[in-house]
């Protein structure tokens, strides 16, 4: 009597030994020739369809894509999309406007001090005193990062000028730089939201045009299925073996964390998300143990059953 599971029902003869006894007994049959004929025939049909599904699922829907960003990209400069989408943009605006106005504030100063000549300590242009009134009315030059500690004095620049007018010129040169730097970082911003709207558009379009070629293309990909799997098992053992640890090496390997974190930040930045470094940390330490676990409950419960042989060179090769 057959042995049942809840799964599955198996018999007394393992299936694989009877599919290879029908197989011989065809082959010997009287028809053997228009047997062999007809199996090359239905490989090849299945060969065709196979690779005319796979381009046909990957290339309609870059195809619709591609047109659908066009359509987007015109109906959208219509609208004035915000110049910040989250905080962190914000963040990053200021910290460039920060370091590039203090770059051109102390570029200015250096160029300025080797161009004016170093008066004396008792005065300039012989008024007693004058040489310290302008060195105190310069104006501080904070040092960028965080301090030490509160209450910190900021860091100034004693800088020589020759006179008062050398330093109204100087501010005056800081002041004509920053708003086209502003305007530049305000464009840059108000371009990089507009195309994270953009993105969101297209990435739930192209993916409802997907679900849609996925239900309207099933016989078509039940025979690629079909076609994979038959490809699969006709390599050799080692062949398997090599791309089974390549693959759970690639997603849960030793030095695969740093590719979840750099894939995990290109999907915050693609939709415009706030990057949270807490979030990608705990991801990282527990994404990988689950795909593991799934990953080795596969190989004992199925790849055990359908390729033993397999199971046992992934064994010696891992140990």
Known sequence: MPIRSNSEQLGWIPRSIIRTFQRFFKQIGFQTDLFAIYEFRVSRYFAIASLQCFFFLILC???????MKVIVFKCLEEFSTPVFLNFHQQEQALE???NFDAQIFFDTLINYKTEASIPNAEGVG???????KVCSALPPLYALGEGKGEGE???TLTLTLATATQRQR???LRGSLSPDWIYQTANFYS???????TNWILDLTTLLFFLLLLFLSKPQIIIFKTFLIESLFSLSETTKCFFLIFFLDLLVGFHSSKSWE?????IFEHFGFQI???FIFFFISTFPVFLDTIFKYWIFRYLNKISPSTVATYQAMIE
């Open 276 to 278: 949270n470094q807490n």
């Open 96 to 98: 460039q406007l920060k």
């Open 170 to 172: 100087v501010m005056g």
């Open 61 to 67: 829907p870059w195809i619709f894509q591609f047109f």
């Open 153 to 155: 004095a900021p860091l």
């Open 126 to 132: 012989g008024i007693p005193g004058a040489y310290s």
């Open 191 to 197: 371009k990089q939201s507009f195309y994270i709207i």
């Open 262 to 266: 750099v894939f995990l930040q290109f």
